[in-house]
Antibody, heavy 119, light 111 residues
Framework: QVQLVQSGADVKRSGASVTVSCMAS????????FSWVRQAPGQGLEWMGW????????KFAQNLQGRLTMTTDTSTRTAYMELRSLTSDDTAVYYC????????????WGQGTLVTVSS | QSVLTQPPSVSGAPGQSVTISCTGS?????????VHWYQQLPGTAPTLLIF???NRPWGVPDRFSGSKSGTSASLAITGLQAEDEADYYC???????????FGTGTKVTVL
């Protein structure tokens, strides 16, 4: 069965960077892509960006471009999301989700990783 | 920023039906991109509920159905059950933003 297991909760200071990992199992890793989605406390879902596990192509939300890096490691079947120059507005639960190209759905989700940014 | 608008909340008694709207524009739903719906139970990650406008993943009850017309989409829940109390989000692709977009989210309360 498809599983996405994310790294644990993290606390960062303002201005720091955070990296969240997402280990996939149960399917052919390079046949799909990952989207990263975040949810601030009490708020809705915000799409952050997308990375192809096949060729590393990326697409980022305009408001996060410049602070965001996404990578994948085929050998460990893991996707990574790095967000830099953190502020309190980045405090959120971060999710990875499996998807495909085009307007396909996010069919499997990780359990979420709480990132808290303190000043 | 959410470019798909949903009502903040809807409610119904057990057994009743509710409908959640998702209003977009000509750069997303109206451009022909598929709409997907997600259910988020309290304290958990979202799960895919409806894909490709009106298709249910395996295991999703047929009480849930989706539709799309013009620049809007809808999610209907019939025979409301206590376990349906959750937040629901629509999602599509937006060509102006060159990215995916979520709806503002709707909290369903079972009275």
């Amino acid at each position: 069965q498809v599983q996405l297991v994310q790294s644990g909760a993290d606390v960062k200071r303002s201005g720091a960077s955070v990296t969240v990992s997402c280990m996939a199992s149960g399917y052919t890793f390079t046949s799909y892509a990952f989207s990263w989605v975040r949810q601030a406390p009490g708020q809705g879902l915000e799409w952050m960006g997308w990375i192809s596990a096949y060729n590393g192509d990326t697409k980022f939300a305009q408001n996060l471009q410049g602070r965001l890096t996404m990578t994948t490691d085929t050998s460990t079947r893991t996707a990574y999301m790095e967000l830099r120059s953190l502020t309190s507005d980045d405090t959120a639960v971060y999710y990875c989700a499996r998807t495909d190209h085009g307007d396909n759905p996010f069919d499997y989700w990780g359990q979420g990783t709480l990132v808290t940014v303190s000043s | 920023q959410s470019v798909l608008t949903q009502p903040p909340s809807v409610s119904g008694a057990p057994g009743q039906s509710v409908t959640i709207s998702c209003t977009g524009s000509s750069s997303n739903i109206g451009a022909g991109y598929d709409v997907h719906w997600y259910q988020q139970l309290p304290g958990t990650a979202p799960t895919l509920l409806i894909f490709g406008n009106n298709n249910r993943p395996w295991g999703v009850p047929d009480r849930f159905s989706g539709s799309k017309s013009g620049t809007s989409a809808s999610l209907a829940i019939t025979g409301l059950q206590a376990e349906d109390e959750a937040d629901y989000y629509c999602q599509s692709y937006d060509s102006s933003l060159s990215g995916y977009v979520f709806g503002t989210g709707t909290k369903v309360t079972v009275l």
